[in-house]
């Protein structure tokens, strides 16, 4: 089976300074993976995903992860922090099973200091 | 607007009542999901549906049974069964069942038992 682990339940950063998120993943053949944002009561938001093209992939908001398959690594990034970015982060991967079950990280908790 | 709807936002149950969380789509998507989020655990897949009359349980499924009579909708009874419903329940949809479908998900239900 599958897993996730993002490193870090809590992240802060000062408003314009670089945000980094870590995700790390096992998996036994090449995943999908994706990156969702969920702001408070509400229901989550796809950022990214990565599917097998570039390893370098870009999403919204400015953010972007880099996948890694030597370091089994899907970490995610933004260069200057806005107020606004301050949310929860989840990380996931597909499941290898007939269905398409995504397989959630714990999340990361992100907050942006003025 | 395409989207997913569910309702009702906050939930109050009394101990030993069985409660329905609605949830409709009007993307044409054919799969649907159920998931519990918990402060700490990230989401934890509870049913999912690939087509109309048909269903499967996902990784916590004890205590909550589901529906798929239509397309666009696929309700979650959580069952006096569930020990502990306590929790935010989020709905999803994607165009079919596959590793690289994006899910969409609705803005949550938050089931408080009393």
């Known amino acids: 089976a599958q897993s996730v682990t993002q490193l870090g339940s809590h992240v802060s950063v000062s408003e314009g300074a670089l945000v980094l998120l870590r995700c790390n993943y096992s998996s036994s053949v090449p995943p999908y993976l994706f990156w969702y944002v969920q702001y408070p009561n509400q229901g989550l938001q796809l950022l990214l995903k990565?599917?097998?093209?570039?390893?370098l992939v870009k999403g919204i908001n400015g953010f972007e992860a880099e996948f890694k398959k030597s370091e089994t690594s899907f970490h995610l990034t933004k260069p200057s922090a806005h107020m606004s970015d301050a949310a929860e982060y989840f990380c996931?991967?597909?499941?290898?099973?007939?269905?398409?079950?995504?397989?959630f990280g714990q999340g990361t908790r992100l907050t942006i200091n003025p | 607007d395409g989207g997913i709807t569910q309702s009702p936002k906050y939930l109050f149950r009394k101990e030993g009542q069985n409660v329905t969380l609605s949830c409709e789509q009007n993307?044409?998507?054919?799969?649907m999901y159920w998931y519990r989020q918990d402060p700490g655990q990230g989401l934890r897949l509870i049913y999912y549906?690939?087509?109309?009359?048909?269903?499967q349980k996902g990784d916590i499924a004890e205590g909550y049974s589901v529906s798929r009579e239509k397309k666009e909708s696929f309700p979650l009874t959580v069952t006096s069964a569930q020990k502990n419903p306590t929790a935010f329940y989020l709905c999803?949809?994607?165009?079919?069942?596959?590793?690289?479908?994006?899910?969409?998900f609705g803005p949550g239900t938050r089931l408080t038992v009393l």
């Open positions: 996931a991967v597909s499941d290898q099973g007939g269905a398409q079950k995504l397989v």
């Open positions: 549906s690939q087509i109309v009359n048909d269903f």
């Open positions: 999803a949809s994607s165009i079919n069942l596959g590793q690289a479908y994006e899910q969409f």
């Open positions: 993307l044409n998507h054919d799969a």
């Open positions: 990565y599917t097998s093209a570039a390893t």
